[in-house]
């Protein structure tokens, strides 16, 4: 009797999960490659009159890859999705997306932005390569914060990728495990 009360619990968590993931990724579909386009110059654009080293990362970049609006949504399961451009020498090459999911303690919902820049030819090729990067395998991602910002510069380069995420909105409190993928999508 326990054991099927626990499989009941754990199905309608699933339930309540994938509802939640479904509600955030049915609300970012609805962007065309040229909104993608025009969002992701001007995310980048916030994110560099923000952190200047940003920019300068951006000089010495292979290619970014700017995911403008991530909207993440969660109770005790959760998920986020954000569609996004592949930036090579200032041109776009490809659009992709970012899912992740996540479960632990968690309630609320927040949007996001964040740009990936690709420090070496190893990372551009295995994303171009992979059906889908992994976050915490393949190429090396160093998630840069504000005190990371202050002592990064050009000449101390030396990871794969450096993420930046800005423009947080909403509230989202956790505690939770968290995995990323980013996978091309067709625009």
């Known amino acids: 009797m326990t054991t099927r009360r626990n499989l009941l619990k754990s199905l309608m968590l699933v339930?309540?999960?994938?509802?939640?993931?479904?509600?955030?990724?049915?609300?970012?579909?609805?962007?065309?490659?040229?909104?993608?386009?025009?969002?992701?110059?001007?995310?980048?654009?916030?994110?560099?009159?923000?952190?200047?080293?940003?920019?300068?990362?951006?000089?010495?970049?292979?290619?970014?890859l700017v995911f403008p609006k991530v909207v993440k949504a969660g109770l005790v399961f959760g998920g986020s999705y954000g569609e996004g451009v592949l930036m090579k020498a200032g041109t776009n090459s490809g659009y992709y997306n970012t899912v992740s999911a996540s479960w632990g303690w968690q309630a609320g919902a927040e949007s996001y932005g964040y740009v990936v820049f690709l420090m070496s030819d190893k990372a551009v090729k295995y994303l171009d390569k992979s059906m889908g990067w992994e976050f915490g395998?393949?190429?090396?991602?160093?998630?840069?914060?504000?005190?990371?910002?202050?002592?990064?510069?050009?000449?101390?380069?030396?990871?794969?990728?450096?993420?930046?995420?800005?423009?947080?909105?909403?509230?989202?409190?956790?505690?939770?495990?968290?995995?990323?993928?980013?996978?091309?999508?067709?625009?």
């Open 137 to 187: 395998v393949g190429p090396t991602v160093v998630a840069v914060n504000e005190g990371i910002a202050k002592n990064l510069s050009t000449s101390t380069l030396k990871d794969d990728a450096y993420a930046f995420i800005f423009d947080q909105q909403g509230l989202m409190a956790s505690l939770s495990l968290e995995g990323t993928k980013i996978s091309r999508i067709k625009r």
């Open 15 to 64: 339930a309540a999960a994938t509802a939640t993931l479904g509600t955030v990724s049915n609300q970012a579909l609805a962007a065309t490659a040229d909104d993608l386009d025009k969002d992701a110059a001007q995310a980048l654009q916030t994110l560099y009159k923000t952190n200047p080293t940003a920019e300068a990362l951006s000089k010495k970049a292979r290619a970014v």
